[in-house]
């Protein structure tokens, strides 16, 4: 006769850290080369790119540095005219020359003085304000002498300005003739326009935004940027989800404990006091990237890898995430605010900005009902990390019966980590060697560099690439766009309307509160180490 089984006793909570416990690891795996699954990307058309606000930071960070790189790949179609828009007067030599120490900062290649000639004399600048004609009749005439050159009249224009200013600068656009709206078949040049998040600051001013922008140019000629989407590891979300037959069967609410997403970063505000007072985590990240790497990792098969048909799924997915209430906010949202962001440059000295924020999403799909998502992202914390853990669930420990099995045997952690070390991991429990059953965590590590030995290119790279050849599949979509405002708008009603961010200390994990919020599902966060 055999024992009556005891029930199963639900696990401890995942432990903080995969290390937390015996952890074995290997980083050893042998990468094959298979084949490229997607049409073969053709080499975009030569287009002149003209960059609104080319004398701040994004341009000097991650613009110029991204276009550089295309050049030295090759990627960009010959001849290339990048032209700077900015106020202040500049020549196109002297506005190469600003841009260099920035590019060898932040290029993912060293500057050499014949490929930086080479880059440098594809740029040029416009001077002046941008709600002034003559900036655009200037503009026009540096885009027509680039179309005599060869970029034959097409054209991609970079709002990487403030949004408030975006109504003036297309009105001006297409007061100069400079944008058409897009018309099937006509076979004209291409005329594109590239809009930096945050695409407006609340539900309201996002849709006007649109509207606005509708009102100029056709949806195909819109592209609104996530730097996140252009990033390898985001993308291989959907080739590790959907080109491997172990995961998909268990991607839902019968073997999904929970979810995490982490973006932590070690940097401040970087001196955009203004920017942050005005925008703070909620709008810098959440609302866009990090709702964007949660809808990959939840959405359902695309019909194929088309630009409708991943946005679509993605926009389902987004449509299915359960709207928040005040008893969500109360409950399953905490703010944050490092201590010193008060001194910061341009910030007020009782900002209620949140530098931090956490938050519980649940998802009312088939697939997922009853999961938690947890969100979390934060300026100046213990360490620079983005991150997806995929927490399964415990097994029934009827074969373990020993007193501790519960807090012993872990459940299994899939990590997709985004950034820094990009790789996938898999934390599982094996037995230690030995007489006895005694069990350790061990993990099983892939890292893209260590696999493919090949540099894995900057995202903004992608992005403008993919820009140039009319493919949309990675940026956003007006109603995902819109959905993702709807979804935080209570947070930021909320905490818009009363004060109480929780201060935290530069270098650490965030606000304990944060932790408490987890603490009450029974489960906590993954550990931010600092180095
Ligand atoms: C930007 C935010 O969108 O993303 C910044 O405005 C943030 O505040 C940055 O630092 C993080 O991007 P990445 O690629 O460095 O993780």
Known sequence: MTEPQKPATPAAPAPPSPTASVTASSSSVTAEILGDLATKRRRPDPTAIVIFGATGDLAGRKLAPALYNMMLDNAMAEPAAIIGV??????????????????AEFSRRKVEPAMWDKFASTLDYVGGDFDSDATYIALKAKLDAAAARGTRGNRI???????????LVLQKLQQHALIERASQGSGKPSCRVIVEKPFGRDLNSARQLNEM????????????????????????????????????????????DFVEITAAE???????????????????IIQNHLLQVMSLVTMEVPASFSADDVRDEKSQLLRSVRSLDLNDV??????????????EDGVAPDSQTPTFAAMRFMIDSWRWQGVPFYLRAGKKLAERLTEVNIHFRAVPLVL??????????????????????????????????????NVGNVLMTMTYADAFKRPISEAYERLLLDCMRGDATLFNRRDSVDRAWELIQPVLQIWEATPGVHLYEAGSAGPPAADDMIARDGRCWRELVRS
């Open 330 to 343: 109360a409950n399953h949202c905490v703010r944050g605010q490092y201590r010193g962001y008060r001194q």
């Open 157 to 167: 224009f970079y709002l990487s300005t403030p949004p408030a200013v975006f109504p």
């Open 86 to 103: 900015s106020r202040g007067e500049l020549t196109g030599p002297q506005f190469a020359e600003r841009l260099k120490p920035r590019v």
């Open 266 to 284: 070690t940097i401040g505000i970087e001196g955009r006091g203004a920017f942050y007072e005005a925008t703070g985590v909620v709008r810098d």
């Open 400 to 437: 373990f019966k020993e007193e501790a099995a519960g807090s012993v045997l872990q459940p299994a952690v899939l990590t997709l980590r985004i950034q820094p070390h990009e790789g996938i991991s898999l934390r599982f429990v094996a037995k230690v060697p030995g007489e006895n059953i």
């Open 213 to 256: 922008i509708g009102g100029y140019l056709h949806e195909s000629q819109i592209y609104r940027i996530d730097h996140y989407l252009g990033k390898e590891t985001v993308q291989n979300i959907l080739v590790l989800r959907f080109g491997n037959s172990i995961f998909e069967p268990l991607w839902n609410r019968n073997h999904v």
